[in-house]
């Protein structure tokens, strides 16, 4: 025991051990804290250390490349052993860990507990709350599997919409000009080393607040916050009546945050982790993706809208949402701290959490973004299409059924990442359309192997179509020699 003793007093000695416990877990808290109330940050917490445990390990079998990321996962479930386990782990870790930051976040807007002095606490817990949501869409990419991918492709074309940079803001997220292994190395990063610092960081400062300002008593109706008093009342409260957080006043803490533990473990035992529904295929488009829960909301949302207010919302009504959020503190000035007091934000909670839940519902059996569908699937407009033969025929709806138009608009309507299809055949030849279209071009995928020799061919004479009439099509200098396709490999 002496040893012990002497071990401790040499630690102590060096790192004021002591002094370390009264100003952390051992800090004194008004006993009205000790509520079953306040138990959801710490039980994020528990969550937060799941995943860097768990997520530490797979990353350590985990391969970002688009060619082997799919099939490491499927290694993970089912040739490591536990690799099932760790992943499962880590799928409900996040799940839950969403969920209870949402609740911690709600409990302390309903509480009044962002009012002065915490108004700071309130913004680095938002900032958290956004990187926890960037772990989870990250985190969802890396399965690469249909989800993932076209999760990465919605909120690559949220991004394109971005007035003036949403072109290059794109870009610069993907590392090319689509979803490619650049981009799967972009999120393994920001995934694995960017977010986790960033909430580490934000994280120590926020628990500092935490502890600085002290953990808010519990709001009693008619009792004002005045910031001239809040402070000198609030240390006599806690001389008088507080105890100590650890052993004393963390006890629920403790309960609450063991359930959830053993919640994770059961939900990835019995349930298991979220299989990948199959790997991603971009000329795939007639899947049904769907988010993970947490985005099931924003999902429907984008699915129902009518297409024209798309645009607006992403570009104004997502960025606002958030301004709003971060804001609270600064909107709601009020010195009542009790939500009796305080019908507004009951209102508030209740509307905002009534529409996700509602729109969740939704999304599980919304079509998925029209869109994106609208993009590839709407009809090629009639004049494009009047007087053609019909292999030019056949050729417009392989334009249509592709997704050339998640990337070319016809008239005005499409995608906007690559040039306006309406005159194409003003500025390359023939042979140019086919090489274009079968090899690609550095800042578009190669069809080469997603189309027959037919539908190239009907493709090319369709897109050959596509010029202005008093303009006629682009010609090579010397007369063609052969047909084109006839000595094509493909
Ligand atoms: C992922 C986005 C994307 C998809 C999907 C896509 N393209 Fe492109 N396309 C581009 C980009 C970007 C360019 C511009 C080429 C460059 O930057 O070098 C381009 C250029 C072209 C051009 C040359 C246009 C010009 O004026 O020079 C043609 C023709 C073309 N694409 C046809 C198609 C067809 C047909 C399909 C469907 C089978 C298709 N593209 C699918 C992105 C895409």
Not at 82 to 97: A, T, Y
Not at 141 to 155: A, C, K, M, N, S
Not at 372 to 395: D, K, Y
């Amino acid at each position: 025991m002496k040893i012990f003793a002497s071990i401790y007093q040499w630690l102590d000695d060096r790192l004021a051990l002591g002094r370390l416990y009264d100003q952390s877990i051992g800090h004194r808290i008004p006993a009205s804290a000790s509520s079953w109330f306040y138990v959801f940050g710490s039980a994020t917490l528990a969550c937060l250390a799941i995943q860097l445990v768990t997520g530490t390990c797979l990353a350590l079998v985990y391969v970002p490349s688009p060619e082997f990321a799919y099939a490491s996962i499927e290694y993970l479930d089912y040739t490591q052993p536990f690799g099932w386990l760790l992943r499962g782990l880590h799928f409900w870790g996040s799940n839950f860990m969403v969920a209870l930051v949402t609740i911690h976040m709600i409990q302390v807007f309903l509480f009044g507990a962002y009012k002065y002095p915490r108004e700071l606490t309130w913004v680095v817990g938002s900032t958290l709350f956004l990187c926890v949501i960037a772990m989870a869409f990250t985190g969802q990419g890396l399965r690469f599997d249909q989800d993932g991918y076209w999760g990465l492709e919605i909120v690559m074309s949220i991004l394109g919409r971005i007035p003036f940079v949403g072109m290059e803001a794109t870009h610069l997220v993907q590392g090319s000009p689509i979803i490619s292994g650049a981009t799967l190395s972009r999120f393994f990063t920001i995934h694995v080393f960017v977010v986790p610092a960033v909430i580490i960081s934000l994280l120590v400062i926020h628990i500092r607040l935490v502890l600085l300002m002290g953990i808010s008593e519990y709001p009693v109706a008619g009792k004002k916050i005045d910031p001239e008093t809040y402070r000198e009342d609030y240390e006599k409260l806690v001389e008088r009546t507080g105890e100590r957080l650890m052993p004393e006043g963390g006890g629920k803490d403790l309960v609450f945050t063991a359930l959830i533990l053993t919640a994770i473990v059961t939900c990835a035992v019995v349930i298991g982790p979220k299989i990948p529904n199959g790997p991603a295929d971009p000329s795939l488009i007639h899947t049904v993706p769907r988010p993970d829960f947490y985005f099931l909301s924003l999902f429907a949302v984008f699915a129902l809208m009518p297409p024209y207010m798309e645009s607006f919302s992403i570009v104004y009504l997502l960025p606002l949402s958030i301004v709003i959020l971060f804001a609270v503190p600064f909107i709601s000035r009020g010195q009542e701290r009790h939500w009796s007091k305080r019908p507004g934000a009951i209102i508030t909670v209740v509307l905002v959490m009534t529409s996700l839940v509602i729109l969740a519902y939704e999304g599980l059996t919304s079509p998925w973004s029209p869109h994106m569908n609208a993009w590839s699937g709407v009809p090629i407009q009639p004049q494009f299409v009047q007087g053609r033969t019909p292999l030019e025929h056949v050729g417009a709806t392989i334009v249509q059924g592709k997704q050339c138009r998640n990337c070319h608009s016809i008239d005005g309507t499409g995608g906007k990442r690559g040039p306006d299809l309406s005159g194409v055949a003003t500025r390359l030849t023939y042979n140019q359309l086919v090489r274009q279209v079968l090899q690609g071009d550095g800042n578009m995928p190669a069809f080469g192997r997603h189309l027959s020799p037919y539908e190239v061919t009907a493709l090319v004479s369709f897109l050959h179509t596509l010029h202005p009439e008093n303009e006629p099509p682009s010609q090579n200098s010397a007369p063609e020699a052969a047909p084109p396709l006839s000595t094509d490999p493909y």
